[in-house]
């Protein structure tokens, strides 16, 4: 049943112009009015009616694209190839020639709103509560989901009152959940690789630098390592040479000093991510120690900056722009759904100079 601005006013015991003036935010009310109006909104589930072109139809021209911090290459790859799929000159994410005017428009187009969460699990409910008012025509989530048991509930059942109300929900880089189309990434399976790749060079000593533990890409990437370490029956010990933190510079640099105190023969290091793996290789330099003579390094991702960096990034690719661009074509109805709702995106061994076998006599 449809919740009315009436039902918002009886659970908030205000009257329905004060609901109004709270909503609309030109007339002045009280906080403690302000706050409870706003949490009835939320427990009810209030859809605000949108623009006035949106009340005639079941959505509006709006997609939300949900990153976990817009700055990061790994999201801003992402949501640039969703935005070029939102519509415009030409065909969806077609290149103009260089000199040539503008295409006729095609019509159908649609305007990207990135919603940037900073990793707060509260940021990204109000987001796809804001996207339900807004009868948005498509929400799409990017990067790792967030492993609390009462968030993962929230939010699945937003993707389903979303679906219900004919949003297009598209998961990038998640976990399957009901009601949404989903793109996930072989994190487990490139984890795996890589750290295999590592023990063919005769490591045995490898430290690994994790992500936040309560993201299901850490989850998976350290479940891969881990079981590349199994099948050479490397698994005791594991826990000692791992350290969780955010995906960052700084996390690798902290992180790596740490694992070089636990284990100071240590001869390769591995990182969450490609800007975790930079700042590993600059504690790395800072103990005086040479990558790979001393300590091989690797990342994942294969964000633009890795071939370029000295020596050049061993990592695992993942086609990030290729899958942003399919995301945003999934959530426009402009390509057909997977088998079953879920494709998996590959991930691929990019192995270069920064992984090499150990120096003789240190892999024992």
């Known amino acids: 049943m ?5 039902d918002v006013a009886a659970r908030a015991r205000v009257s329905a112009a004060t609901v109004s003036r709270v909503l609309s935010g030109n007339y002045p009310v009280a906080e403690s009015t302000r706050a409870r109006v706003l949490r009835a909104v939320d427990e009810l589930e209030y859809v605000v009616n949108g623009p006035a072109s949106a009340l005639a139809a079941a959505t509006s021209d709006l997609v939300g694209v949900l990153v976990n911090d817009i700055a990061d290459p790994f999201f801003g790859i992402i949501a640039g190839a969703v935005q070029s799929e939102m519509g415009g000159a030409g065909e969806p994410g077609a290149r103009r020639e260089p000199g040539r005017g503008a295409e006729p428009r ?6 990207a709103v990135i919603c940037n969460t900073g990793g707060s699990p509260e940021r990204e409910l109000t987001y796809l509560t804001l996207l339900q008012r807004q009868r948005a025509a498509a929400v799409i989530l990017t990067g790792g989901a967030i492993e609390h048991p009462e968030h993962a509930a929230a939010v699945e059942a937003k993707a ?11 998961l990038c880089g998640r976990p399957p959940i009901p009601d949404a189309t989903t793109l996930t990434f072989d994190n487990r399976g490139g984890a795996r690789r890589l750290t295999e790749h590592l023990l063919a060079f005769g490591h045995r000593r490898i430290g690994y630098v994790a992500g936040p533990a309560d993201r299901s890409t850490t989850r998976d990437r350290l479940e891969g390592h881990r079981a590349a370490l199994a099948g050479q029956g490397l698994a005791e010990g594991a826990e000692r040479l791992t350290v969780h933190g955010p995906y ?11 694992l070089l105190r636990r284990e100071p023969r240590l001869t390769a290091v591995i990182a969450a991510n490609d800007t975790v793996a930079l700042g590993a290789c600059a504690a790395l330099r800072d103990q005086g120690l040479r990558i790979p003579h001393d300590v091989s390094v690797a990342g994942f991702d294969d964000l633009p900056f890795s071939v370029d960096a000295v020596p050049s990034l061993t990592t695992v690719r993942l086609p990030l722009h290729d899958a942003g661009a399919r995301a945003g074509r999934l959530a426009l109805g402009r390509e057909p759904e997977p088998p079953g709702g879920v494709a998996m995106v590959r991930a691929e061994l990019m192995a270069r100079a920064s992984t090499a076998p150990p120096r003789a006599g240190a892999a024992a």
């Open 160 to 170: 389903s009152r979303l679906a219900a109300a004919g949003t297009r929900v598209v």
């Open 2 to 6: 449809t919740v009315t601005l009436a």
């Open 248 to 258: 960052d510079r700084s996390c690798g640099y902290d992180a790596t000093l740490e």
């Open 106 to 111: 095609r019509g159908g187009e649609k305007l």
